[in-house]
């Protein structure tokens, strides 16, 4: 059930996903250790760049 749901909502998951982990780091900024602000700061980058290059696949094949 979930292949079905990450085929059909993949670009919302990836970015979804990234824009909460960069919210947690930027929470973190005050409270958190420094790795924790970067690990999740990190992350949510890594999950945006997936949702573009997810997003370019789709326009190319269109």
Do not use: D, P
């Not at 749901?5 to 990234?18: A, E, M, N, Q, R």
């Not at 929470?27 to 602000?37: D, H, P, Q």
Request: aromatic fraction near 16%.
């Amino acid at each position: 059930m979930f292949n079905i749901l990450y085929k059909k909502y993949k670009l919302s998951f990836w970015i979804i996903l990234g824009f909460l982990f960069i919210i947690g780091g930027i929470s973190n900024l005050f409270t958190g250790t420094l790795w924790e602000v970067a690990l999740n700061i990190v992350l949510g980058i890594v999950c945006i760049i997936i949702a573009m290059s997810i997003l370019f696949k789709q326009k190319n094949r269109v």
